[in-house]
């Protein structure tokens, strides 16, 4: 039976699989540490008062406990993200890069047998009433398969096998982000409801069982794009020999000789936007869930999912932006700019939300802060060859698994110096933060170049130094 190249259906079942737990995630840490540090039931309560009820009856004692869980919540985090964080980042640039040889299929399926264990290690500890450290374990292990970072590498190289250049190839990978997006947030909408009617462990079951439809598809469904080594790969001047490692690590290395000059400035450049952004961006929404669960906000879990669910509009106002912007023969940097600006006002907002309404209010101006992501995937994508999309993509997932990881692990180590004085320091933080790409971005647009016509110039070319359009298309 033939198969399908379809990789869509795959991140559609991944994001919905693994955000119906996301958000239980840090509620089943928050409530298991309420238990063991106050040695008191966790308080349920049908509205958002939680915190006013109980900050009435126990006055300051209460709100100590509150803080402190708090604190240890933010350092659970904190130390799962650092243990997984190195492994991951290995498995994620070897397999990456390796697959513009055995193919794009191992970058996916590997990162979702890494999902599936850690999601049924969750089902364990809560069902067997496991000590909750053992979790940090479970993501060490599962990180040894590849991440989230792995698994997207993949899918985006895979697309780059399927697309020419140009608007194709821009709203593919925007349809990808898009995806994530509508998918998260069905689930999203749906798991406080989940959770209340069934407690954590169904959660994690149907989770598991979603990830096993998605491992079968891959295993069996989807067609490989990589067929065979391509000649230009295997002509690199690298003896056949030699090891995988090596090869891959010769990949990346070629990847910016091809380029000329001005075009490896720019896409050292690009990659420093997509860094610094993804930064600024991941580490402000990291303690979102911790934020909304403190005072004076004290959300439920039923708010917190429609709370989360409100991503499904960011990642389809995004795509439709993309989408626009593009056929309307918007400068791609403009797009990437008004992303920026996008979550600069979000932050800036979320950072003084004191009650529910505003909370959901101060969302709407980052409706478009997903935009710079597909596009500056798109724009770097452009200017490395066929051949060497998988050690393009296999940098960018490597720094993009490294970036969340170290965002997350100091923005929760800042919300944990600070959620005692200014809970909302860490979004103040992330809107600052977006100077980089902002400063960078100016950069960019100053020596840009038209990449399409400059990848396949050597770099040697003397009219490289001639060339110079203020944005690149």
């Not at 969750?122 to 009433?129: D, G, H, I, K």
């Amino acid at each position: 039976m033939r198969g399908l190249f379809l990789v869509e259906p795959l991140v559609a079942l991944y994001a919905f699989s693994s955000f119906l737990i996301y958000p239980l995630v840090q509620q089943f840490v928050y409530r298991r540490l309420w238990e063991e540090l106050t040695n008191t039931p966790y308080p349920i309560s049908q509205n958002n008062s939680r915190c006013a009820g109980s900050s009435s009856n126990s006055s300051g004692n209460h709100s100590s406990f509150h803080e402190e869980v708090q604190r240890q919540a933010s350092l659970f985090t904190l130390y799962s993200d650092l243990f997984s964080l190195i492994p991951s980042l290995i498995v994620t640039f070897m397999l990456v890069a390796y697959s513009d040889r055995g193919g794009r299929k191992i970058t996916i399926i590997l990162p979702l047998f890494g999902t599936l264990i850690y999601t049924l290690s969750f089902l364990a500890v809560s069902y067997f009433q496991l000590n909750v450290y053992l979790l940090i374990g479970s993501s060490l292990l599962s990180s040894l398969f590849g991440g989230l970072g792995t698994f997207l590498g993949g899918c985006f190289a895979y697309i780059a096998d399927l697309c020419e250049d140009g608007p194709q190839k821009t709203l593919r990978m925007a349809r990808l982000d898009m995806m994530i997006g509508l998918l998260t947030g069905v689930s999203l909408i749906s798991t406080g409801y989940f959770l209340r009617a069934a407690g954590f462990n169904w959660p994690f079951l149907t989770s598991a069982l979603f990830q096993c439809l998605n491992l079968l598809y891959a295993i069996f469904i989807l067609e490989e794009t990589v067929k065979s080594v391509p000649a230009d790969v295997l002509t690199l001047g690298q003896p056949p020999q030699s090891s995988a490692l090596k090869q891959m690590i010769f990949g990346v290395s070629e990847m910016f000789k091809h380029a000329s000059r001005r075009c490896k400035t720019v896409l050292i450049l690009l990659m420093l936007i997509f860094t610094s952004f993804t930064f600024a961006y991941v580490g402000g929404i990291s303690p979102m869930t911790l934020y909304e669960l403190n005072e004076p906000l004290c959300w439920t879990e039923i708010l917190i999912g429609y709370g989360s669910a409100l991503s499904t509009s960011v990642f389809l106002v995004s795509f439709v932006g993309v989408f626009v912007f593009t056929y309307c023969g918007v400068p791609q940097l403009l797009i990437v700019l008004m992303g920026i600006l996008s979550v600069v006002a979000g932050m800036t907002l979320v950072a003084f939300a004191r009650t529910t309404l505003m909370m959901f209010i101060v969302k709407v101006p980052m409706l478009l802060s997903i935009m710079p992501f597909p596009v500056l995937r798109s724009m770097m994508s452009k200017i490395i060859p066929k051949s060497e999309q998988g050690a393009l993509f296999a940098c960018l997932s490597c720094l993009e698994t490294f970036i969340n990881s170290a965002s997350a692990s100091v923005f929760s180590s800042v919300y944990a110096a600070t959620v005692a004085w200014f809970p909302g320091f860490c979004f103040l933080l992330s809107a600052g933060l977006c100077i980089i790409p902002l400063i960078t971005l100016g950069v960019v647009g100053v020596i840009g170049v038209d990449v399409a016509k400059e990848v396949t110039k050597p770099e040697s070319d003397p009219d490289d130094e001639n060339e110079n359009s203020p944005l690149l298309s």
